[in-house]
């Protein structure tokens, strides 16, 4: 952001330059080129020209900066949403498992180290619900259906916030409200 401002600093003081210079120039000019028919007229094209490349260069400069912080959120959320499809897909290898090895686990843990980087507040917060639900349910290294159970109401519960995270400004749009939605993900998790 200090670099854009900087750099379009400089294309403006270089306007202003161009526009002074360029009055003072015509002035001086004025006196010496009345004997000569279109001089003043193609002094005023040169600026004329100097000035609109000056204000196009610092037109496109905005535009790419625009440009380039739309394709870093975009990739933001790729990175994300890879990372929570990960998160999920690890859980449901662990409960089809129904026996949790320390592989898995530890697939888990990278899986938390992940969300730190990339989830929101809220997500991290109801991630930690998640855990707690999980390591009660696996305290014997076994996914009973009842435990399972437990853990994908947990999980129905951590989605809601994951997609919170990820479409919280598109489902502001729909005609559900974001009530709606969750009540829908959590119905849906209790009858599969």
Known sequence: MKKLFSSNLFLMFMSVIVFIGGYLFIR???????????AQEIVLIV????ATILITAMLLNKQTSVELDKEQSIKFIELKTDTYQRLIDTIEEIVAAQHISPEMLNKLRFSSHRLAIFASPSVLDEYQNFLNIFNQGAEDNHVSLSDADHISEALAKLTVYIRSDLLGELDKESRYS???INAQIMENAKNY
């Open 28 to 38: 001086i000019a004025y006196h010496f080129t009345d004997s000569m028919p279109f």
């Open 47 to 50: 600026l004329g020209t100097l």
């Open 178 to 180: 974001a009530q709606e």
